[in-house]
């Protein structure tokens, strides 16, 4: 585990914490798994190269990164934010729906104790991966269908329910993961590429269910369709600047007419293994 990058503090978000957990990509990448696109082949070492500058671009958005120990036995580790969801100081190790996958694991609760976290854990049969898990203000969605399941979700529920946090299980059947199909803008305006969307009318008040703007600053908030499948995808880093990959031009237009700061990074190796921006780190900002 390592401290990759002394980071200056972001001034457009006071009082939070900017540390990222990330993994470099092993020499098993190609190998990943995949289940709603045709495999392609993967160049591993282009890859390793593009996963630099995505480290790159979160240093230079102000957050600190620590490099969780390889796991070089596991296709999918680079896809660290399946392996934990962390709100507050709380850090919940995760047991992901594919079994090939529950190895990663361990080093990542090593990195989230060194930092600092409590730690839960979801246990059998609850399944459960971070890709799955869509958290804005007081509430968290849990993606359903796919890697996790109702009984990952209900634990999940229990050890949040002490921070007063509202889970709602959503259905996932086009995609691997819920943050495969949506993701939210700083305002609360939940983003997807529709024909991917199990049912956009979920998300007609945006991040924000109750509709009262509480916890998004928008009482409008609501469903933004966008033109590509990775405009759908965006890491949150602090004020109105977002995080995305570089094959959604024209999602990032729409973003940017819309207030928000773009940082537009080439993942193109990870596409091919159902990865996108957010699947590379875990975002600590408790």
Not at 3 to 16: I, L, N, Q
Not at 50 to 79: I, K, M, S
Not at 201 to 207: D, K, Q
Request: with cysteine; hydrophobic share 40%; proline share 7%.
């Amino acid at each position: 585990m390592t401290d990759t990058s002394p980071a200056s503090a972001d001034p457009t978000s006071p009082g939070e914490r900017h540390l990222a957990l990330v993994r470099r990509p092993g020499p098993r990448l190609a190998e990943g798994l995949i289940t709603h696109i045709d495999r392609q082949p993967v160049d591993v070492e282009r890859a390793q190269r593009q996963w630099e500058a995505y480290v790159d671009a979160l240093h230079a958005n102000g957050w600190r990164t620590v490099e969780v120990a390889p796991a070089d036995d596991c296709a999918d580790a680079v896809f660290v934010e399946d392996t934990v969801v962390v709100h507050g100081d709380l850090a919940v190790l995760t047991r992901p729906g594919a079994p090939s996958r529950r190895a990663e694991v361990a080093k990542v609760e090593e990195a989230v104790v060194a930092a600092g976290y409590r730690v839960a854990r979801i246990e059998a049969p609850g399944t459960l991966e971070g890709g799955d898990v869509l958290k804005f203000g007081g509430t968290v969605w849990v993606g359903l269908g796919g890697r996790s399941n109702e009984e990952g979700m209900r634990q999940l529920a229990a050890h949040l329910e002490p921070a007063g946090v509202q889970v709602v299980g959503v259905p996932v059947s086009r995609v691997l993961h819920l943050k495969s199909g949506v993701t939210a803008l700083p305002d609360g305006t939940v983003v997807g590429h529709e024909p991917l969307v199990d049912d956009p009318a979920v998300w007609a008040g945006g991040a924000d269910p109750a509709g009262d703007g509480v916890g998004t600053g928008h009482a409008d908030a609501g469903f933004l369709p966008v033109p590509e499948e990775s405009g759908a995808h965006v890491v949150l880093l602090g004020g109105d600047r977002v995080l995305m990959a570089a094959d959604a031009p024209r999602s990032a237009q729409m973003f940017r007419d819309r207030g928000c700061t773009v940082t537009e990074v080439d993942i193109s190796e990870f596409i091919k293994l159902e990865g996108c921006v957010t699947c590379l780190s875990v975002r600590l900002r408790g």
